[in-house]
Nanobody, 121 residues
């Protein structure tokens, strides 16, 4: 089993920045092989992917964060990060990290509890 814990959320004004962190614990010997993602959830809306990073560093960004957010990973620290710049009120959500190493399923098996990000106008 792998446990994921997010941190770094909070209240920020529009145009500001936050850096989210997600640290894995448990069976992390193969963390380097995991596909990692950041998602966000707003009450009443479907969970949506924000960004992902593959085991070899390949990155994906949702169109609504391109040029503003950066995903990175540090395998030595079993961690994945999301640097969020130029934040907008519509970025307000619970942000969750996820991890998976299956190659035959695009989904994510392990999930964190989430961290709240609130952007004021």
């Amino acid at each position: 089993q792998v446990q994921l814990v997010e941190s770094g959320g909070g209240l920020v004004q529009a145009g500001g920045s936050l850096r989210l962190s997600c640290e894995a614990s448990g069976r992390t010997a193969t963390f380097f092989s995991y596909r990692l993602g950041w998602f966000r959830q707003v009450p009443g809306k479907e969970r949506e992917i924000v960004a992902s990073i593959s085991w070899n560093g390949g990155r994906y960004y949702a169109d609504f964060v391109k040029g503003r957010f950066t995903i990175s990973r540090d395998n030595a620290k079993n961690s994945v990060y999301l640097q969020m710049n130029s934040l907008k009120p519509e970025d307000t959500a619970i942000y969750l990290c996820a991890a998976d190493r299956r190659t035959n399923d695009p989904g994510y098996f392990y999930w964190g509890q989430g961290t709240q990000v609130t952007v004021s106008s």
